[in-house]
C-alpha cells in the first residue's frame, strides 16, 4: 500500500514535467518556442511581449513568433544570440539535471543570454546564485538536450 502511494505521488508531481517531453530540444506550445513570445523584446524592451503569427519565422524545426517586424529581422539576422539558453527549458530545472516548463515572464538576461524558469518563485531562487546554477545546467544540458 504504501509502495502504491509513492507511486501516485511520483505521478501526481512529475507526470505534467514528463508530459512535456518532445523530440525538439527547445521547449513549445503546440510548436511554437516560448509559448509564442517575441525573444527580441526580452533584450530591446527588457519584458515579455507577446508575438503574433503574423510575424513568425521557422528556425531550428521550431517555429518563433515576434511582435514586430523589425523584431522577426534581428532574430533573421542572429537567432542563436535571441533563443533562449537549454531551449528556453527552465534554466533552473536544468542546473538540477531536468527539463522542466517555463514562463515566459520569468526571465533573466545574464551575460547577454537570456534565461527563462518555471515561475516567480524558482526565478527568485536562480537569481540568488546565477553563476553556479549556469555552470551546473551547462554541465547537464548536453546529456538533456
Not at 530591446?44 to 513568425?56: E, L, R, Y
Not at 529581422?73 to 533552473?92: D, S, T, V
Not at 524558469?117 to 545546467?137: E, F, G
Request: aromatic residues 18%; proline residues 5%.
Amino acid at each position: 500500500m504504501k509502495l502504491s502511494r509513492i507511486l501516485i505521488y511520483t505521478l501526481v508531481v512529475f507526470g505534467p514535467v514528463v508530459a512535456y517531453g518532445q523530440d525538439t530540444p527547445y521547449f513549445t506550445e503546440k510548436g511554437v518556442a516560448v509559448g509564442g513570445y517575441d525573444v527580441v523584446a526580452y533584450f530591446t524592451q527588457q519584458a515579455a511581449v507577446k508575438g503574433s503569427s503574423n510575424f513568425s519565422f521557422s528556425w531550428d524545426e521550431v517555429t518563433w513568433h515576434f511582435s514586430s517586424s523589425e523584431n522577426l529581422n534581428l532574430f533573421k539576422e542572429h537567432p542563436q544570440r535571441y533563443a533562449p539558453q537549454f531551449g528556453g527549458w527552465c534554466a533552473y530545472g536544468v542546473s538540477e539535471n531536468h527539463k522542466s516548463p517555463t514562463q515566459p515572464e520569468a526571465f533573466t538576461i545574464v551575460n547577454e543570454k537570456l534565461y527563462l524558469n518555471y515561475n516567480q518563485k524558482v526565478l527568485k531562487l536562480w537569481r540568488s546564485d546565477t553563476t553556479r546554477y549556469i555552470r551546473q545546467a551547462n554541465a547537464y544540458w548536453p546529456a538533456l538536450k
